[in-house]
Structure formats: C-alpha cells, structure tokens
C-alpha cells in the first residue's frame, strides 16, 4: 500500500503485540471482550501518528469490521 502510492510515511506491523498493548487494543484471555477461543490477539485497528507523535485519526474495528483501504487512504490525505 506505501508502494503502490507512494506514501512517504512509514508503515508499522505489530507481530510481538507491543505497539498493541501501549495502545490498549492488545485482547488476552483475561481480557473483558475476548472471546476465550482465540490466542492472544490484538483488535484489529489503525492509528495515524503525525511527526509530533501525537494520532491525528485512529480505527478502532472488531473482529470483522475492518477500515478499507480507501477509508486509510482518505485519513492519510486528510491528515498527513
């Protein structure tokens, strides 16, 4: 998605699950909302972060509602 349109930000993925805890959408078996069938997973969700750290827009889904890429790639223009 960086590639194809050319985005000059950076893109982040969270295998390890840190960014996800810091950001407080890291669900665990303990966790209120989870479902007890899965592992450990985070929620699925976007955050944009502008140069001051600060999140300019985020997407908080559930299990089955995700943003679409058009969606992400309107916040990026609007907020990037």
Same mark, same amino acid.
Request: avoid cysteine; hydrophobic fraction near 40%; charged fraction near 25%.
């Given at each position: 998605?960086?590639?194809? #349109? #050319?985005?000059?930000?950076?893109?982040?993925?969270?295998?390890?699950?840190?960014?996800?805890?810091?950001?407080?959408?890291?669900?665990?078996?303990?966790?209120?909302?989870?479902?007890?069938?899965?592992?450990?997973?985070?929620?699925?969700?976007?955050?944009?972060? #502008?140069?001051?750290?600060?999140?300019?827009?985020?997407?908080?889904?559930?299990?089955?509602?995700?943003?679409?890429?058009?969606?992400?790639?309107?916040?990026?223009?609007?907020y990037l």
């Amino acid at each position: 998605m960086k590639y194809k #349109n #050319n985005f000059k930000i950076q893109f982040i993925t969270d295998r390890a699950g840190r960014i996800s805890k810091a950001y407080n959408v890291f669900l665990d078996k303990k966790s209120p909302g989870h479902d007890g069938l899965q592992i450990s997973h985070a929620i699925p969700s976007k955050f944009l972060i #502008n140069q001051e750290g600060i999140i300019v827009w985020q997407y908080i889904g559930t299990k089955t509602d995700r943003p679409s890429i058009e969606l992400i790639v309107e916040a990026i223009e609007k907020y990037l």
